[in-house]
Nanobody, 122 residues
């Protein structure tokens, strides 16, 4: 039973910070590449960030310099530190896992969490 459970979402105002967490179980976390996607109202899900098993991180241009992805293999948990939040960051954020390192393609991700809502007001 594979599980990815996001937490840490909520309400914020522009310029604030939030830290999302994704606790996982049911697969070999240390061998998987982890990431985050998001889906804003009326839009398709889009790539946010990835962190590979070998500690390589990549980001969408829209969040580069503001968001930081990290992972703790001892806790099988991946994080997304979100700084300098903007209203356009408002979305449901999904924790994802793939064996395809660094992929930005939604369909490469085989494990998905239920999502956590982030709402940023101006």
């Amino acid at each position: 039973q594979v599980q990815l459970v996001e937490s840490g979402g909520g309400l914020a105002q522009a310029g604030d910070s939030l830290r999302l967490s994704c606790a996982t179980s049911g697969f070999i976390f240390s061998t998987y590449n982890m990431g985050w996607f998001r889906q804003a109202p009326g839009k398709e899900r889009e790539f946010v960030a990835t962190f590979t098993w070998s500690a390589v991180d990549t980001y969408a241009d829209s969040v580069k310099g503001r968001f930081t992805i990290s992972r703790d293999n001892t806790k099988s948990t991946v994080y997304l530190q979100m700084n300098s939040l903007k209203p356009e960051d408002t979305a449901i954020y999904y924790c994802v896992a793939t064996q395809n390192a660094g992929s930005r393609w939604l369909n490469d991700y085989v494990y998905w969490g239920q999502g956590t809502q982030v709402t940023v007001s101006s």
